[in-house]
């Protein structure tokens, strides 16, 4: 769990810093609206911005499934739940990202988020799992041998082991 709390600190670090920029796009609210600009435009710094938007969530696609600890989970309830998560964490993120200086509100950002976060859960979680179903299991350790009652003596020996007799007259 403690990856997951620094992966998701270090997205908001990176996320939320303020960038020293003259100038910034409108917020884009249109799919793939400023995906079909940066592929046109062709520069390395668009490459590089729809890179990091892949790349920025990708290990959520197996940190999240990760906290989970279900081995024998599905690979499609697995892969919804964790893209599910993604896009809340996403979407939150970049609705606080629209307050800070030199970041828009930008819908292919969080597209581009949660395409990383399914890439790489379907890369690595249903082969991992598959992988900790099937590998080997090591011997559990020995459990402490239990106490054996003395010869004649009903019943384990310790104090839940006795017995109360009733009182004469008592009911």
């Known amino acids: 769990m403690s990856r997951l709390a620094v992966h998701l600190a270090l997205v908001g670090w990176f996320a939320l ?4 920029v003259d100038w910034v796009y409108d917020a884009n609210l249109h799919p793939l609206a400023s995906i ?4 046109a435009a062709g520069g390395a710094a668009d ?3 729809l890179a990091v938007g892949v790349l920025l969530m990708a290990p959520l696609g197996v940190l999240l499934p990760l906290a989970g600890g279900r081995v024998g989970a599905g690979w499609l309830p697995s892969l ?12 939150g ?5 629209n307050y800070v200086p030199g970041h828009v509100l930008d819908v292919d950002d969080i597209l581009l988020n949660l395409l990383g976060v399914t890439l790489a859960h379907l890369a690595v979680v249903p082969a991992a799992r598959a992988w900790m179903r099937h590998r080997p299991r090591r011997p559990a350790a020995s459990a402490p041998p239990r106490r054996q009652p003395a010869p004649g003596v009903r019943g384990a020996a310790g104090p839940a082991s006795y017995e109360v007799a009733p ?5």
């Open 80 to 91: 919804l739940r964790t893209v599910g998560a993604a896009a809340l964490l996403s979407t």
């Open 36 to 39: 079909h600009r940066a592929l």
């Open 93 to 97: 993120l970049e609705f606080v990202q």
């Open 17 to 20: 810093r303020p960038l020293p």
């Open 47 to 49: 490459y590089r911005h």
């Open 167 to 171: 009182t004469p007259g008592v009911r």
